[in-house]
C-alpha cells in the first residue's frame, strides 16, 4: 500500500471530479478539501488535519458560460485565483507538501517569433496574452508560483474529454454558430491526467506546458467530429476579428512546446494531438453509442 495521500481542490469541478475518479482508480488515498482557498487559516487547518503527501489544486473560477464572466467579476476572480492560489502554494511549499497546480497556458498569443506552424512557446518565456482578465491574472499568478519549491505549474490547454461534457472543448465548437480555424495546444484530458498524477509521483517543480506534442485546428476537429460522430453536422468559419465582436474577452491562440514535459517523462508515451484526438472520437462514439445518445440525441447549436 503507498503511504501516498492526496488533498484535491476542486472537488465539484470538472477537472476535479475526473481526478478524482482516477486517484480511486489507481488505489491512491483521496480526500477531498472542503476549505475555500482564500481563507488561509482553513487551508491551514486542512493541511494539518489530513497531512496529505501530495495536494492537486484543481479548484478556481473560470467564468460561467465563459471566461468573459472574469470581466464583470474581477475581485472575485483575484479572490479564488491569485490570492487563493498562492495561499495554497505558499502553505504547502512551507511545508514541504508538493503540489500540483492545474492551471492554463491561455497565457500567450501568435507573435512574430511565435507563428502558426513555427516555434511553440517555452516555460520560459514571458506571458504576451492580456486581452483578457482571467488570462492576465493567471500569467502574473504563474510567475509568482515560480518562487515556491514543492509546487508543479502545469498549463492545460483546452482541455478535451471523451464525452459531450459542455465543459469539453469539443462540445463547445460544435454548439458555436460560427467557428475559427486556427491551429492550438490542447489537452487531452484521458491521456494527460495520468500524466499529471506520474509528475506528482516524481514530485516535479516548475513550470510545465501540459498539452498533447502538436496542434490542431478547429476545422481539423470538426471534421472528425463529423466523421465519427454525426455525419449530419455543419459548421461555418468566420475571422477572429468577426469574433471579437462577439466576445467581451479576447481568446489565446498560441502553440505550447511540451519537450519539458516530455523529457521529464520518458518511460510515458504521450501522443501527439492528432493521434489522440483519433483515440478521442473512437471512445466518444463507443461511450454515446452504449448511452443511446448516437444518433437521435446528438446536441444541436442553441
Ligand atoms: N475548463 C477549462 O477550459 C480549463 C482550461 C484551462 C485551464 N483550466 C484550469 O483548470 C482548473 C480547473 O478547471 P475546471 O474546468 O475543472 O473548473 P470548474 O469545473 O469551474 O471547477 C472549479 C472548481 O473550483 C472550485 N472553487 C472555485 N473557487 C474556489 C475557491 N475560492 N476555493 C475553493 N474552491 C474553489 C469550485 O467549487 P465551487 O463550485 O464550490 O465554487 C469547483 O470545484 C482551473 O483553475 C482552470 O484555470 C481549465
Not at 465563459?66 to 479572490?79: F, K, L
Request: charged letters at 25%.
Amino acid at each position: 500500500m503507498s503511504d501516498q495521500v492526496y488533498l484535491l481542490y476542486g472537488k465539484t469541478g470538472w477537472l476535479g471530479g475526473k481526478l478524482t475518479t482516477l486517484l480511486r482508480e489507481q488505489g491512491k488515498t483521496v480526500h477531498l478539501a472542503d476549505s475555500r482557498l482564500e481563507n488561509r487559516e482553513s487551508v491551514l487547518k486542512e493541511l494539518e488535519t489530513i497531512k496529505p503527501t501530495h495536494v492537486l489544486n484543481a479548484a478556481g473560477v473560470t467564468g460561467r458560460p465563459n471566461v468573459d464572466w472574469c470581466e464583470s467579476h474581477r475581485p472575485e476572480t483575484i479572490r479564488a485565483n491569485v490570492i487563493g492560489t498562492l495561499n495554497l502554494a505558499d502553505l504547502c511549499s512551507s511545508k514541504s507538501i508538493h503540489c500540483t497546480i492545474y492551471a492554463t497556458g491561455c497565457i500567450y498569443e501568435y507573435d512574430a517569433e511565435h507563428t502558426i506552424g513555427g516555434k511553440g512557446f517555452l516555460e520560459s518565456d514571458a506571458p504576451n496574452f492580456k486581452a483578457s482578465f482571467y488570462s492576465d491574472t493567471k500569467g502574473m499568478v504563474e510567475n509568482m508560483l515560480r518562487v515556491f519549491p514543492n509546487v508543479c505549474v502545469l498549463r492545460v490547454r483546452m482541455p478535451i474529454s471523451d464525452d459531450l461534457s459542455p465543459r469539453n472543448f469539443v462540445t463547445k465548437i460544435v454548439k458555436y454558430d460560427k467557428v475559427v480555424n486556427i491551429p492550438n495546444s490542447m489537452t487531452v484530458l484521458t491521456d494527460l491526467l495520468p500524466v499529471s498524477l506520474a509528475m506528482a509521483d516524481k514530485k516535479l517543480e516548475g513550470v510545465y506546458n501540459f498539452c498533447n506534442p502538436g496542434a490542431i485546428s478547429h476545422n481539423e476537429i470538426l471534421d472528425m467530429y463529423k466523421e465519427y460522430i454525426d455525419p449530419s453536422y455543419t459548421y461555418t468559419n468566420f475571422t477572429v476579428e468577426e469574433q471579437d465582436k462577439i466576445l467581451v474577452a479576447g481568446r489565446s491562440n498560441n502553440t505550447l512546446d511540451v519537450s519539458k514535459m516530455v523529457n521529464a517523462l520518458p518511460e510515458m508515451e504521450i501522443k501527439e494531438i492528432h493521434v489522440a484526438m483519433q483515440g478521442v472520437f473512437k471512445r466518444m462514439k463507443e461511450n454515446l453509442t452504449a448511452e443511446g445518445i448516437i444518433p437521435d440525441k446528438l446536441p444541436k447549436r442553441s
